[in-house]
């Protein structure tokens, strides 16, 4: 079992790394499938490991806790005995998390492991194990601080609205299937926020489940997810999750009411809602939450002219920020140093057209890393073991353009502590009701970019200090995890769905609707209106067929 573990282990235990988990160890061992040599490679392993490898951690389930853990614990259960070595164990357990929800048993088992592991880790701290207490620390630090959420059972959310409601959508089994995967899987990585966002609302306290009490209508899909996790490509996107979903929802009588107004949709990919074929139907009327609010014209007609456009509008879509890991986002923090110990002028690492061929033809980055390059006091490239580190040594983190103008190195400063310059000219900011970006970031011409440097060598300490607070001070305003009573991304959507929720009461009852479409006709004859049967694709051959075709409004929706 060691020369196993270590054979999968080695590249990623091979490094030096600053801390060693030595409450992980376990002298003697427990028996010959749980060693002593087991527990100090585990020991050295966990150091660095945030539980984001799918293939790990089915190796854990697999051969770790089902062959080894799993029955000694059992054992203990049918005994009455104390299990030894407690903190590896239950780290262990949660090391297995990942892969039993995503591609074996699903939440309810995955819930049921953790529950026991918790449950081992309480025992032993009651007894008075010490091993455990610096085991909460690490969990409080890293991934397991988000799993309670993730997996349903966290607390309600403290965060919540002043007097609306919000009706959470749970389509039927055959369209909901497509619409979400694993929840730890999918809640990973700066994509996480259509996990996150879905979690919050069917945690909050104005849930409502009655659809006629509804002021606001979530509707949940996992598609970023299903794109970057799962690689589905556009067109199966279509056919297999939106297709069916859109059939369904433009037959709920809650859609039609307002004409989809007041219906909320997050999209996580920088690319957004226009890349799919159902984009028009949203685009007039749903409320979007999107990381980006100007996306490239990939394959349309207007890209001979514009490379970029205008995808969301500003009087009814909310720009949110991206989502950092819980443990790279602590761990910057950890690392971030004093403005007098910051000895590296500005750095960025990352994907460029040098180390990544989709990037061949963003400029911006192309031209940031062989520019700047040359100056002692920076740090650029490519992606880079320490460069958590670096930013936490840097004065100034550059969030430069990418495929697309957003970029998630722009709220990863936050936590570095390091002053943001925002290189990309049409990245669109979250949250610019209240923050004012220009006193905690700098934003520079991307067509500047040789002048950036003699620019960022003469500011003042006094200002980079001033920059430096603000950003600390504003940091838990793109932290998904902030524990702080009045600042959290989740407070500021809030807001601003408080807002466009009094603006859709206004509006009334929208024109498309049945009640206004037709008068002076018999209420029972307008609720079994149906569809129209014109079609306006009179001079093309083209398939077509509507997506309210052959759907019964009773059948769905009694």
Known sequence: MVRVLRLLLWPLTSGSFSNYNAHLECPGGIDDCLTEEFFRDLAQFQATYMREDLNLSQYFLTSIYRLCVEPYLDRLDASGEAPKCPAPLADTMLNALLALETRFEGPSEARELYQRAVSLVTAASEAG???VEYLLADWQLDTPYTYPALLGLAQPSPVSFSSLKVYVYEPPEEIFTGLQQSSLLCGMGQWGVEVLVHKWLLSNANRTKDPSDADLFYVPVYGTCLQTRNGMGLQSMTAEVYEPLFKWLLNSPWWQRRDGADHIFLFADGQGA????FYDILRPNTILLLVEGRCPTWNEPIGDHLDVKQCYSPWKDIIIPGHTDRGRAMYMRQHARPLEERDILLTFHGRH??????YKRCEVRNALVSELSQYPDVSVGGFIGNYLEIKGRSRFCIAPAGTSPWTNHLYESFFAGCVPVILSDDFILPFTAFLDWS???IRWPEERLAELYPFLKSIPDETVATLMHNVNAAACWFDWWSD???CSPYIAIANELEDRASRVKNLG???????EKFWNTPEEIVRRAGKRRSRFHVYSEQPFRMLTDDVSHESIWR
Request: glycine share 12%; proline share 8%; net charge negative.
């Open 129 to 131: 194990d010490s091993s």
């Open 274 to 277: 226009y890349q799919f074929t």
């Open 353 to 358: 057209g040098g180390v990544h061929e989709g």
């Open 439 to 441: 006193q905690l970031s």
């Open 484 to 486: 702080a009573d009045d």
């Open 509 to 515: 009852v929208l024109p498309n609707s049945p009640a």
